[in-house]
C-alpha cells in the first residue's frame, strides 16, 4: 500500500511569508504528527492529530498550526515566516498514535530567504 | 526531554553483528521501547519495538533487559547500507514521541 506522502517536497519562502505543508498518511491511519528537523536541534516533535482533534503539541511558538481533515489528510502551516524556520518537516501516520507502529513520509525540505 | 540515552556515534565492521545499546532507567509499565532509523536527508524508518519480551523481525532483533532499564538492538550481519542515525525511544500510548539525538552507526568496509 502507499507509504506516508508530503507535498511539496521542496520549497523556498520568503521572510515574513506564510507557508502551508501536506501530509496523506497510510490509508487507514488517524494519527498524524509532524516533526522539524534541524541540524542543531535534530529531530523535535510539533504536534500530533487524531481523528481530527489535536492530542499532542510541542513546544513551538504559535505561529505554528495545524489541522487534519475527516479523511485523515493533515496540513501544517507556519506564518511569518523567521529564518530559523528552515528545516527537513517529516510527517508520520500511524494506526491510533503510539503502541502502534509509526511510519514516516520523506519530508518536506523548507528554506526561507 | 527523551527518555533515553545512547552513545553518539559507533563503527562497526562489514558483516559483523551491530549492537547498539539505550538506556531507559525512568521507563514506566506501559512504555514501549521503539527503535528507528534515518538514512541522511530521508525519512526515519521502523525497525523494531517491544515492551517486555525479546523480538525478532526480518530487520533486527531486539533485546531489552529484565528490569526494562535498557534495551540492545542487534544488527546480525551489518552492511554499508546500514549507516545511519539510529534512535531509541520510549513512549507510551497517546504520549508524544520525542525523539533524542541517537546513535550514528559507521558501517566500515
Known sequence: KAGVTQTPRYLIKTRGQQVTLSCSPISGHRSVSWYQQTPGQGLQFLFEYFSETQRNKGNFPGRFSGRQFSNSRSEMNVSTLELGDSALYLCASSLFGVGSTIYFGEGSWLTVV | ?109
Open chain 2, 1 to 109: 526531554d527523551a527518555k533515553t540515552t545512547q552513545p553518539p556515534s559507533m563503527d562497526c565492521a562489514e558483516g559483523r553483528a551491530a549492537n547498539l545499546p539505550c538506556n531507559h532507567s525512568t521507563i514506566s509499565g506501559n512504555e514501549y521501547v521503539y527503535w528507528y532509523r534515518q538514512i541522511h536527508s530521508q525519512g526515519p524508518q521502523y525497525i523494531i519495538h517491544g515492551l517486555k519480551n525479546n523480538e525478532t523481525n526480518e530487520m533486527a532483533s531486539l533485546i531489552i533487559t529484565e528490569d526494562r532499564k535498557s534495551s540492545t538492538l542487534i544488527l546480525p550481519h551489518a552492511t554499508l547500507r546500514d549507516t545511519a542515525v539510529y534512535y531509541c525511544i520510549v513512549s507510551g500510548e497517546y504520549d508524544k514521541v520525542i525523539f533524542g539525538p541517537g546513535t550514528s552507526l559507521s558501517v566500515i568496509p
